[in-house]
Each structure stands twice: as structure tokens, then as C-alpha cells.
């Protein structure tokens, strides 16, 4: 990704970038039926005239960097009668066909990947290398599913063991999607969705994060550009209002959430109504297991690349470390000394690694843990601040924290606090370990560190999380399916279960 970016290192500065949203981002509008439609001040059959103002910041200094307008109910009408009228012929076309589409928008983010990475950098803080990661992978979401779209058969022959009968299998698209997205890595989240439910023939009203609305415009442009067919996807700036009118709207036939459990929940009640088919990815609250036999620098840097990076917020953040008891102090000693050293700063800023939190209420979020910490007398090894930062007070930054030796019914322990908080606990063997790993209501990943691969991979088996890293942390391919277990969500994202959360199998039966 670096060759891409290197051509066009000139447009990251935020001055740059800035004239970039404003030349050719559409705020105060959404994309429907293949058309941007002005929210501010017009009237018609659709619209209100009075759209939802609403601000966009700048997380590294506060500051409003754009002004704009949010969709009401009365588009997402609008957009799922276009989506509706869509899949009519959508739903036709050849696997081929969709492929040649979802390489189309591949191929135009890569043209733009240095703009669709410095608006990102712009809009949610992150620093560079991480938004790359973001489009980066995106990328290759749109890539893997054109390529499973034009593999995959359209009939089957089903084997019985009836004689005289033939049976045809035949996977079909859902129908109507409404897909729903977070703030922390919005280009590849969107993909996750957006790559899957139009490879398997589906429509889609698609829901920015309100927070982070600004590339997912440019996105509106890339497919406007490839000519996608009108109605296919439309996008729709827009806050809980949206959401809710989404997951709700007769016209939908799927929704596919991720966020909040707090939200998920109210997503499943909303849906329940007219019975659609539903897929959720919501939080956790995920271990590394450090083995006695680890090696203590290598073991911190997979500890703090999983809590630190995008400023822990993450929904795999592995944000509860299990270190065995023998080697605990000297590696909090090297934990501490590692963390201490980590570049806090703006994104734009080459050298910055941990960027700010992504918004005002984020950072209000990770003080209330502050404080909680403070009230169970939690022991801070380093961090728990956050206006301490004088060079950056009026951003939303956060010192990374680590409480050590942390009770398991402590609320740290066991709520997601989506920042870049860790805290810790010993175990004595592989066996306590798991149990501590598995104590929790969420279980989506966990990372075990060990030098012997034989013991990890046991230890890994009984853990319970849908994705497990082995001396690896993060790394999410395409081909692997993504979701957890319990209260972290239903379903999966990815590989091919990504592809047949968007279809349904339907089967023709007639005799030979
Ligand atoms: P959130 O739940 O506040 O919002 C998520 C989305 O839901 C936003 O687009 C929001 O506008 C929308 N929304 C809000 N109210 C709604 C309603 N009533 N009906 C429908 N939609 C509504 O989450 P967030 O703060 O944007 O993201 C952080 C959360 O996302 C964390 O809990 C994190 O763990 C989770 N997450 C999970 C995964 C995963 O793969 N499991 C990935 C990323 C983030």
C-alpha cells in the first residue's frame, strides 16, 4: 500500500486534505437513486425542510471542520423505494457482472487512496499508517468478494437418495439491506458489508457513522463514477433517527449492524417487528494470554499493539492481558517502559502513533473509567489521564493506561471501554488461564503468546472467541469469517459465511 501512497504523499498535509472535502466531498446531501440530493433547504415529496444540522470535528484539536445535514425518516422512504425498484434487475445480473462492479469501485479507491486515507486521518483522528489500513483493507474486501461473485454457480444439483427426482439448489440475495456502520475503521467496515451484499445481488441503503461521514461522501462519488445502477447502494448521512426508521422500514428485508451492544440491542427490537433477517458485531472485551515461556519484548509489543492501536478503539482490542505469574513483574517493568514511549500526537504527524479519541464524548467515556479506576483503588502502572496532555488539551486525547493486578469483578475487567485502557491479571497455568480468558460476556478474539506453538494452539482451541491470533495480533484476512460468540454478535462477517449472510438458498424440485 505504501507504493500507492508514496505518488501521492503531497495530499496528506491537512490543508490539502481540507480542500479536498471541500472540493469534492458532498456534504448536505445523501446519494439516492444514483443521485445527490441536497438535505439543506430544498423541498420536495421526500424531504423535509428541515434537515438536522450537524457538526463534523477535527478529534486532534476539537474544531468544527465542516458543517452539514442529516438525513430524516422521509429519505430513508425515499431510498428504500429506489433500493426496492433496484433489486428488481440487480438481483438478475450474472455473478460476472457484479465482480466487474466490485473491482470498478477496487480499482477507483486505489486511485484515491491517498485522498480517501487523508480524509480519514481528517475526520477520526487515527494516525496515517492506520488509516491506510482501513482503505487498504477495504480494498481488498471489494476484491475477494468480485472474485467469489464470479466463482460462484448460480445451480447446484443436490444429491438424494429419491429415485425419479431432481433437486436444484439456487442461492439467491436476500433483498433490501439496510447496513449500519461505527466510526472506527468506517472505510473497512462499510466494506464488510457493502462488498458481500452487493456480490451476492443484493441492495443497499448504507448508514455512515454520523461521526465520521466525511470519506464515506467520497465513497458516494466512486459510485456514482463507476456507473453502478441507480438505486443499487444509497447512502444515507444520518444519526439514530436513520437508523432506526432503517431497521424498521417495511421495504428492508435485511439489516446488518455494527456497533454498541447498548444499540445492537434496539437494532434486533426494531427489526423484530417484520421479522428481518439480521446480522450484529457488537463489542468485546478480548484477553492475550502471555505464557510463562513467551519472550517478554516480543510478548509487549503484540500487548500493546493490540490496546494502543486506533487508540484502543477497536472492537478486538485485546484489552485484558493474562500473564503467567513467573515472568508478570519484569514484564510490566518492560510493558511500562514501552508504553511510556509511544508517540502521542496528531494524525497527519509522521511520527505520530497513537492518535486521539475520535470524539468529545469517546474521551468522556475513557475519563469515566478513569474515574471508576480511582474509586476501586485500581493499581495504575502508568496513564489514567488525560487533560495532562497540555500539548494537545483541546483535542480528545487520552494517556495510554495499564491498571495491573485488576479483580475480576471489577467494572474495568469487565466492561468494553473502547480506549486505550488495559488491564491485567495473572494466571498460574494454561488452565486458569482459559477460565480467566473465558470469564466474560463478550467473546469476540483473544491472542495467546507463547514459543511453543503446540501448547498455544491447545490453549487457543479452548478458548472461546470467534478469531484467535497466535504470536500475531490483529490481522484480519478477507477469507476469514469475523464474529464472535456470545454477547459480542450474531453471525459473521467475511470470507464466505460473509457472502451467505447476504443470500438465502432456495431449492427446485421436478422429476427426472
Ligand atoms: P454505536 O452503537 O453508538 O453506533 C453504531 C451505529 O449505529 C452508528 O452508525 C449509529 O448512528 C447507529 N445508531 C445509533 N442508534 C441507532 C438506532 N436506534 N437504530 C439503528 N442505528 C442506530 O457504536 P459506535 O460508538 O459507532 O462504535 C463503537 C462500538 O462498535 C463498540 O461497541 C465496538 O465494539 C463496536 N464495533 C464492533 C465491531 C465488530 O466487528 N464486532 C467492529 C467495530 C466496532
Redesign the pocket.
Known amino acids: 500500500m505504501s507504493a500507492i501512497l508514496s505518488n501521492h504523499t503531497e495530499l496528506l498535509t491537512r490543508e490539502r486534505i481540507q480542500q479536498v472535502m471541500q472540493e469534492e466531498v458532498r456534504l448536505n446531501a445523501a446519494f439516492i437513486d444514483g443521485e445527490w440530493i441536497t438535505l439543506a433547504g430544498v423541498t420536495n415529496n421526500y424531504e423535509t425542510a428541515t434537515n438536522n444540522a450537524h457538526n463534523l470535528y477535527d478529534p486532534s484539536t476539537g474544531e468544527v471542520i465542516a458543517q452539514t445535514q442529516l438525513c430524516t425518516a422521509a429519505q430513508v422512504d425515499q431510498a428504500a423505494i429506489a433500493a426496492n425498484k433496484a433489486f428488481a434487475t440487480w438481483s438478475q445480473t450474472t455473478g460476472a457482472e457484479r465482480a466487474g462492479y466490485l473491482n470498478a469501485i477496487a480499482d477507483s479507491m486505489e486511485a484515491q487512496f491517498a485522498k480517501l486515507v487523508g480524509l480519514s486521518v481528517f475526520n477520526n483522528g487515527k494516525p496515517i499508517a492506520e488509516a491506510e489500513i482501513d482503505v487498504g483493507d477495504a480494498i481488498a474486501c471489494y476484491r475477494y468478494y468480485a472474485e467469489l461473485a464470479a466463482a460462484q454457480p448460480t445451480q447446484t444439483v443436490v444429491a438424494t437418495d429419491e429415485p425419479g427426482i431432481r433437486l436444484y439448489k439456487y442461492l439467491e440475495p436476500v433483498g433490501v439491506c439496510?447496513l449500519?456502520?461505527?466510526?472506527?475503521?468506517p472505510m473497512v467496515?462499510t466494506a464488510?458489508k457493502l462488498a458481500p451484499a452487493l456480490a451476492a445481488g443484493c441492495t443497499a441503503l448504507l448508514?455512515?457513522?454520523?461521526?465520521t461521514l466525511i470519506p464515506e461522501l467520497l465513497l458516494g462519488n466512486i459510485l456514482s463514477d463507476i456507473n453502478l445502477p441507480k438505486g443499487v447502494v444509497n447512502i444515507l448521512p444520518?444519526?439514530?433517527?436513520?437508523?432506526?426508521a432503517?431497521?424498521s422500514h417495511p421495504l428492508i428485508d435485511k439489516v446488518s449492524?455494527?456497533?454498541?451492544?447498548?444499540?445492537?440491542e434496539?437494532?434486533m427490537a426494531?427489526a423484530a417487528t417484520s421479522a428481518k433477517d439480521i446480522s450484529?458485531?457488537?463489542?468485546?472485551k478480548s484477553a492475550i494470554i502471555v505464557r510463562e515461556d513467551a519472550d517478554i519484548d516480543a510478548a509487549c509489543e503484540l500487548i500493546v499493539g493490540g490496546i494502543f492501536t486506533n487508540a484502543g478503539?477497536?472492537?478486538?482490542a485485546t484489552s485484558r492481558l493474562l500473564v503467567h505469574q513467573a515472568i508478570a513483574q519484569p514484564l510490566y517493568q518492560a510493558l511500562k517502559a514501552m508504553t511510556e514511549q509511544l508517540v502521542i500526537g496528531e494524525g497527519f504527524a509522521g511520527e505520530t502513533q497513537m492518535g486521539p479519541l475520535?470524539s468529545a464524548?469517546?474521551l468522556r467515556q475513557v475519563q469515566k473509567y478513569f474515574a471508576i479506576a480511582a474509586e476501586e483503588q485500581l493499581n495504575c502502572l502508568t496513564g489514567g489521564i488525560s487533560s495532562e496532555l497540555h500539548a494537545f488539551k483541546e483535542g480528545y486525547f487520552a494517556v495510554p493506561t495499564i491498571y495491573t493486578d485488576v479483580p475480576t469483578d471489577s467494572r474495568l475487567w469487565q466492561e468494553?471501554i473502547?480506549g486505550p485502557v488495559l488491564v491485567t491479571a495473572t494466571f498460574a497455568d494454561d488452565t486458569q488461564a482459559i477460565q480467566l480468558a473465558n470469564a466474560s460476556d463478550y467473546a469476540?478474539a483473544a491472542t495467546v503468546v507463547s514459543a511453543d506453538e503446540t501448547q498455544a494452539l491447545a490453549v487457543a482451541s479452548s478458548v472461546r472467541a470467534g478469531h484467535i491470533w497466535i504470536n500475531e495480533q490483529q490481522i484480519v484476512l478477507p477469507q476469514a469469517g469475523?464474529?464472535?460468540f456470545k454477547q459480542?454478535?450474531i453471525g459473521r462477517?467475511l470470507g464466505e459465511d460473509g457472502l451467505a449472510a447476504y443470500q438465502k438458498s432456495k431449492h427446485i424440485l421436478l422429476p427426472n
Do not use: H, Y
Open positions: 439496510a449500519i456502520v461505527p466510526w472506527n475503521f467496515t464488510w448508514k455512515p457513522s454520523e461521526v444520518g444519526a439514530a433517527e436513520v437508523g432506526a432503517m431497521t449492524f455494527t456497533g454498541s451492544n447498548a444499540v445492537g434496539k437494532v426494531q450484529l458485531e457488537l463489542g468485546g478503539q477497536i472492537c478486538s475520535v464524548a469517546q468494553e473502547f469476540l469475523w464474529g464472535g459480542s454478535g462477517e
